[in-house]
């Protein structure tokens, strides 16, 4: 299956940002890239995740980043439901932020460089 661009409904927009939430036992998310941003947050269940040729297998609680024009896609493993919520926003929401020098680094080691990353697993229930 060939990935598709996926224009967000959100572009043109004056707040580029969406959120979405997903259930299913099967596909979650299927492949596909963007421009923008994205964080997914695996709530419960164990997934496989796709980011270009990369595959991770995760399980909930996990938070994962997925950086623009990355192919992306997630399915539900051993047939159990899972559900994800995802925030897909678009760079220019950060544009203000960079004149600190934390988030100067931030988008120079996670944004600026595009590498594929390990899922950051598991993050602390403050985050919840």
């Not at 996926?6 to 492949?31: A, D, N, W």
């Not at 680094?105 to 996670?110: E, G, K, L």
């Amino acid at each position: 299956m060939d990935a598709l661009k996926k224009i967000e409904p959100f572009e043109g927009k004056r707040f580029p940002l969406r959120m979405t939430e997903v259930k299913s036992s099967y596909h979650l998310v299927r492949p596909h890239w963007h421009d923008h941003l994205e964080f997914i947050h695996l709530l419960e269940g164990t997934v496989q995740v796709h980011i270009d040729n990369r595959t991770f297998i995760v399980d909930a609680p996990a938070i994962l980043f997925i950086n623009s024009c990355k192919i992306h896609s997630m399915q539900a493993l051993h047939g159990k439901s899972c559900t994800i919520r995802g925030i897909i926003f678009d760079m220019s929401l950060l544009a203000g932020s960079l004149e600190h020098s934390e988030s100067q680094h931030v988008y120079a080691r996670f944004i600026q460089t595009a590498p594929i990353l390990e899922p950051i697993v598991p993050l602390s229930s403050d985050m919840e």
